[in-house]
T-cell receptor, first 111, second 115 residues
Framework: LAKTTQPISMDSYEGQEVNITCSHN???????ITWYQQFPSQGPRFIIQGYKTKVTNEVASLFIPADRKSSTLSLPRVSLSDTAVYYC????????????WGAGTKLIIKP | SAVISQKPSRDICQRGTSLTIQCQVD?????MFWYRQQPGQSLTLIAT?????????ESGFVIDKFPISRPNLTFSTLTVSNMSPEDSSIYLCSVEGDRGTYEQYFGPGTRLTVT
């Protein structure tokens, strides 16, 4: 099973771009990378998913290098409401279905 | 995206008793998952519940302690049996995404306190 490693916490300021990197050295060929956001007292919420190179949606970008041993979640122009825990998961649908959750990164945005 | 509700949202129970948590989805889904999240910690998968088959439990979780029902494609229950203070946690259900991705949609969670 692929295991992920993320920084335990990060601080930033409103309006800044925030990049959170996740290491997954043992990622398998069929594994996808998915990021979730969790606010206190809520279930996690899907942010973005990718397999290789770059993926962008309305809230974030995901950068994946060619070796896929890491990935970087990029949040543009963060606001106070982006303060949350961010989880990186890897896996494929047919094995562990991305059900192994690491410790996550607690992101604190300051005014 | 699926909308998931859980009941109860929170409860305080005495040790030795059991609590059944309900998870309702607004659309039919094949795979449902039950997680436990202790305060300030990450999520730990308890079991996978597919309609029409027995739940599959992860290491460290057993059916006698956490029996699961999955009577149809929109509903599941998780029972926490013979509770102890160590069972105090948030219990979350999730379902697979509806777009063929590995996305999961989560319910709001049930906060359980065992005294």
């Amino acid at each position: 099973l692929a295991k992920t490693t993320q920084p335990i916490s990060m601080d930033s300021y409103e309006g800044q771009e925030v990049n959170i990197t996740c290491s997954h050295n043992n990622i398998a060929t069929n594994d996808y990378i998915t990021w979730y956001q969790q606010f206190p007292s809520q279930g996690p919420r899907f942010i973005i998913q990718g397999y290789k190179t770059k993926v962008t949606n309305e809230v974030a970008s995901l950068f994946i290098p060619a070796d896929r041993k890491s990935s970087t979640l990029s949040l543009p122009r963060v606001s106070l409401s982006d303060t949350a825990v961010y989880y990186c998961l890897v896996g494929d649908r047919w094995s562990n279905y991305q059900l192994i959750w690491g410790a996550g990164t607690k992101l604190i945005i300051k005014p | 995206s699926a909308v998931i509700s859980q009941k109860p949202s929170r409860d305080i129970c005495q040790r030795g008793t059991s609590l059944t948590i309900q998870c309702q989805v607004d659309s039919q889904v094949t795979m449902m998952f039950w997680y436990r999240q202790q305060p300030g910690q990450s999520l730990t998968l308890i079991a996978t519940a597919n309609q029409g088959s027995e739940a599959t439990y992860e290491s460290g979780f057993v059916i006698d302690k956490f029996p699961i029902s999955r009577p149809n494609l929109t509903f599941s229950t998780l029972t926490v049996s013979n509770m102890s203070p160590e069972d105090s946690s948030i219990y979350l259900c999730s379902v697979e995404g509806d777009r063929g991705t590995y996305e999961q949609y989560f319910g709001p969670g049930t906060r359980l306190t065992v005294t």
